[in-house]
Structures are given as structure tokens and as C-alpha cells.
């Protein structure tokens, strides 16, 4: 999903779990256009109330691929009030070119990040700390230890993958380059700069 889209969403977050009832058209809109799959679909359905369904729905749509945003536009129908709302934030926000514009100075970049910043970076990830931390170099089989030592905290997880990478990189595991795996991984590099702030 392009940064942008990601950023409107995660910026409307509240609103779209206030005004949005997913069950009926938007979970099964987005089943059929193979965005979502059944086990993603039962998840989103075992929540026990609609704003949850919502949050959960919200959580899932960023790893779903490049169809995902505009799929969940058109799935909508039902609140168009909702749909118009987004494609407004679309046109005022600005584009990829500038949204790269801030830059932190070459000190910041190349120091290795605190275990305090790791970890407000790790609460920040959400579902994106698998992809970010695989484009950083860690094995399929040190994420699956993660996941398995933490498996009721994706903090808890995330940040576990965070301190292996930092350990083994040593003086390279820089801040310019976690900038570069969140990019890789389609997170808006805002995350990391409010983590740094």
C-alpha cells in the first residue's frame, strides 16, 4: 500500500471506527476482491464489537498490497459521507516528493538507536515489524522466534527483532539504515521521526 494511503488511514483511524459498521458490505466486499482471506475474514468477524471490527480491519488493510487502499474505497458505498472525507484528505495531502522533504541531520543518521527509541519505534510498527525487520536481515527463523517467544505482544515481538538486529549489526545498525528497511517496507518515514523526536 503507497505511504500515503497508509498515512490517511491511520490519520482518520478514530473517525473510521466511529462511523464505520464493516461486517455487512465492507468485510465481504473486500473478501470477494481477494484483498482479504477467510482466516483474516473470521479474525475481523470475532471481534466483539463493530468499532473493534473496524481497528481490526484498519490493522490488516496496510499489508494487504497495492489494490488494497483503492478496493477500499469502492467498498464504501454504504458511507459514501466516509468515502468523500478520504478522497478529500488525498487531494490536500501532499504528495511522496514532498512528504520525504524533512531530513535529519547526518549526526542523527548515523548514530545506533537507544533501546527507549527501539521501542517507541516497535509500538509504532504494528503489522509492518515482520517486513521492516527482514529488510534489515534477520532470518526467517529469528522472526518466527520472536513471534513465538512473544506471541501475545507484537511489541513485545517487534522490538525483540529491533535489539537482535542492533546486536548483530553492531556500528552499522544506524538510523539511516532503518529509515531505509521502513521505506522498503512502505512505512511512512514520519514513524521513525516521531520516534527520534
Partial sequence: MDP?????????????????LVGDTVVPFLFQEDILTDSQVEDIES???????????????PTRGPRAFH????SLEDFRWVRER????????P??????????????LQRVP??????RLASRLGAEWEPVLMDLGLSAEALFR???DHSVSAHGAALAGLVQWRRSEGRKATVQRLLQSLRAA????????????
Avoid at 490517511?8 to 473510521?16: A, E, P, Q
Wanted: proline residues 5%; hydrophobic residues 40%.
Fill in 71 to 74: 478496493a477500499f474505497l469502492r
Fill in 186 to 197: 512502505g512505512v511512512h518515514p514520519s514513524v521513525l521521526q516521531d520516534v527520534l523526536m
Fill in 47 to 61: 471481534q466483539p464489537t463493530n468499532r473493534l471490527k473496524t481497528l481490526r480491519l484498519l490493522d490488516l488493510l
Fill in 86 to 93: 478520504l478522497l478529500l484528505e488525498l487531494q490536500t495531502t
Fill in 4 to 20: 500515503v494511503h497508509k498515512a490517511v488511514l491511520r490519520k482518520h483511524r478514530l473517525y473510521l471506527s466511529a462511523e464505520l
Fill in 114 to 119: 537507544s533501546d527507549r527509541e527501539l521501542s
Fill in 146 to 148: 520472536c513471534r513465538y
Fill in 95 to 108: 504528495g511522496p516528493s514532498s512528504t520525504d522533504a524533512w531530513q535529519l541531520p547526518d549526526s542523527v
